[in-house]
């Protein structure tokens, strides 16, 4: 990998973490597109360290509420706590499928088939969005059944093509979850999510060759600059109801994918 291919596919992760279109669907096409076809473990945790410094940044208020949660009796920490709670449950599911089907998850990374289906997949998610039934369901209103619930949608966006922020935002909305705190939960979500998978992945590279630090470093930044500005845009387009619009484009790319497994071999 060069330096070009790796601000490349750092702007590839930013766009595509946080907008409800599978970042690992477009990595696996993307290096099918360039020709890397062996694993980039060590470039993989640092795009999605980027995109985590991203998301940490964003919602840095409601970790800091988290934090205040441990001790604080007054409304911020009871919010606090709240929000822990239905973190760690809806983490559960994510943990258990991430450690149960870990083979069979890394696996599909190798077909551009099954990203393509998986892609078809989100989409429909998505436009199913459009049946939310808009009751807008707050924090306090929200317990473990739901949490869990959103944490499965996580456990299945693991699938490569199965965007993980489009099917947690679309599984809280279609529970009735309001917009903003169906997108909160998503990725307060992810945080833990991916600081576990980042773990797993730093020791499956400790034997593997990694590139060098300024590439690393190149496509971490990108991802991380990208991906903030892909996050706000996101967080604007659920607060208005238009996440179902990300539908056409996954399905597009989804056909197209099929497309090339089909006539492009």
């Not at 449950?89 to 393509?116: I, Q, R, W």
């Not at 980042?198 to 971490?220: C, F, N, R, V």
Request: glycine residues 12%.
């Amino acid at each position: 990998m060069n330096f070009y291919q790796a601000i490349f596919l750092g702007a590839v992760q930013g766009l595509t973490e946080f907008l409800p279109v599978s970042s690992s669907g477009h990595l696996v096409l993307g290096q099918h597109l360039l020709g890397l076809r062996e694993p980039q473990l060590m470039f993989d945790v640092a795009v999605h360290v980027g995109t985590l410094a991203a998301v940490l940044i964003v919602f840095r208020d409601d970790l800091l509420a988290m934090i205040r949660g441990l001790w604080a009796g007054d409304d911020r920490g009871r919010e606090g706590r709240r929000l822990i709670m239905l973190v760690a449950v809806g983490s559960v599911p994510t943990a258990l499928m991430g450690f149960l089907l870990k083979d069979f998850f890394e696996s599909l990374f190798a077909s551009v088939a099954a990203v393509g289906a998986a892609l078809l997949f989100t989409g429909c998610l998505l436009m199913l969005t459009r049946l939310a039934s808009g009751r807008g369901l707050g924090l306090s209103e929200v317990g473990p059944g739901r949490a869990l619930l959103i944490g499965l949608a996580q456990g299945v966006a693991i699938t490569p093509g199965v965007s993980r922020s489009g099917s947690t935002i679309a599984v809280g909305l279609l529970l009735g979850l309001e917009r903003q705190l169906a997108a909160r939960l998503s990725f307060l979500l992810f945080i833990p999510a991916i600081s576990g998978a980042l773990l797993l992945q730093l020791l499956d590279a400790e034997a593997s060759a990694a590139p060098e630090t300024s590439i690393l470093l190149a496509g971490a930044l990108t991802a991380g600059l990208v991906g903030y500005v892909c996050l706000r845009l996101l967080l604007r387009v659920v607060n208005q109801g238009k996440i179902s619009y990300f539908a056409y484009y996954c399905w597009a790319l989804g056909l197209a994918a099929l497309a090339w497994t089909t006539f492009g071999n």
